[in-house]
């Protein structure tokens, strides 16, 4: 039986998932610190004012330092919040001014503002955004987690903001599967690599 892009979809997932929770402290901490390197020199990033990034949770590429540098460089950081709005979920961008005192856990253990710290910034502000992911290819196609979510705020963004995913390199594989809502992203960083698309 042939399958289907859905299922295509979700047994990488699965593979991806079973190898991050395999990744030690040592490999997180060193790998994020060579590619939040790499994402500090884009001069993308140093020409913007408004900068988006996740929040990351275990087994992803950590962004804390990221988070921290930008707030110190003096730009607007926001960071993703997914809102239920009428029963209807969606991510929306909030500006932080302090990861400690911001953020608290949230849906999935994943960091999020507190209700009383949430400052919604529309996303065509932003000139620089941070994408994670499960898996990307050398083509500029990413899988994430499976709610869409990424896809629909990429459409939202103006066509002259910046999109830099951020993954360790086994997380690249030639070919990803995709249907026609997925959306394309500009670069790819790995502890390895830099790919443009
Ligand atoms: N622009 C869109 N409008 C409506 N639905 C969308 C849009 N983009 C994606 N979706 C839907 O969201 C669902 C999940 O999409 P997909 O499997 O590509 O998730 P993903 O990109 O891996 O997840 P995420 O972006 O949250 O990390 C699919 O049913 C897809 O059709
Ligand atoms: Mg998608």
Known sequence: MKETIYEKKQQLRKNI?????????????????????????????????????????KGEVMTRNFINKSLQAGKKVVVPIILDIQG??????????????????????????????????????????????????YHGNRLGFGAGYYD????????DSYTAAIAFDFQLFNNLPTDDQDQQIKSLITEKRKLIF
């Open 17 to 57: 998932l079973q190898k991050r929770q395999k990744l030690a402290a040592d490999f997180l901490t060193k790998n994020s610190q060579k590619i939040i390197a790499q994402v500090l020199d884009l001069p993308e990033y140093q020409e913007s004012q408004i900068v988006a990034s996740y929040v990351n949770i």
């Open 88 to 137: 209807q979920k969606n991510i929306a961008l909030s500006q932080i001014f302090s990861p400690e005192e911001d953020l608290a856990e949230r849906t999935m253990g994943i960091l999020e503002p507190k209700p009383d710290k949430i400052r919604i910034i529309v996303p065509k502000e932003v000139d620089f955004l941070l994408i994670p992911g499960l898996a990307f290819d």
């Open 152 to 159: 629909r705020l990429l459409l939202k963004l103006r066509i």
